[in-house]
């Protein structure tokens, strides 16, 4: 049987939409305790966070959700400050290459504020 990795990439990153979404709410909740944990559950998902800089000279960033079979990583492009530009989800299974989520615009933005969490070190 063999898989469609562009399906699972889209349901991967649905599902990753879905559960960034819920935790952004809970960041801006008027609960301190609950924004806080909120943050933390978000820092805490992170298992590599990495940038690099690419042909171009384009500064990128990565950051790694989960490995093996599958793995889930967000990747994109970074401003001279730092701070994440463009957003992308990726999905990788056994011997199967990076395969982009196919997400909208709304959904990439979403990624993009989820990014902007971490600290991204030149």
Same mark, same amino acid.
């Given at each position: 049987?063999?898989?469609?990795?562009?399906?699972e990439?889209? #349901?991967?990153?649905?599902r990753? *939409?879905? &559960?960034?979404?819920?935790?952004l709410?809970?960041?801006?909740?008027?609960?301190?305790?609950? /924004? #806080?944990e909120?943050?933390e559950?978000?820092e805490?998902? +992170?298992? #590599?966070?990495?940038?690099?800089? !690419?042909?171009?000279? $384009?500064e990128? =960033?990565?950051?790694l959700l /989960? &490995?093996?079979?599958p +793995?889930?990583r967000? *990747?994109g #492009?970074?401003?001279?400050?730092g701070?994440?530009? $463009? +957003?992308?989800?990726q999905?990788?299974?056994?011997?199967?290459?990076?395969? !982009?989520?196919?997400? /909208?615009?709304? !959904?990439?933005?979403?990624? *993009?504020?989820?990014?902007?969490?971490? =600290?991204? !070190?030149?």
């Amino acid at each position: 049987m063999k898989k469609d990795i562009r399906k699972e990439a889209n #349901e991967s990153g649905q599902r990753f *939409i879905e &559960t960034a979404s819920e935790v952004l709410k809970r960041v801006n909740s008027n609960n301190e305790k609950v /924004s #806080e944990e909120a943050r933390e559950e978000i820092e805490n998902d +992170a298992l #590599e966070v990495s940038t690099g800089k !690419e042909f171009d000279g $384009t500064e990128t =960033y990565m950051i790694l959700l /989960s &490995t093996g079979g599958p +793995a889930t990583r967000i *990747i994109g #492009e970074l401003d001279e400050h730092g701070q994440p530009t $463009t +957003a992308t989800f990726q999905f990788q299974d056994w011997f199967l290459p990076w395969t !982009e989520a196919q997400l /909208s615009q709304e !959904e990439k933005q979403t990624l *993009i504020k989820y990014a902007e969490f971490f =600290y991204f !070190e030149f």
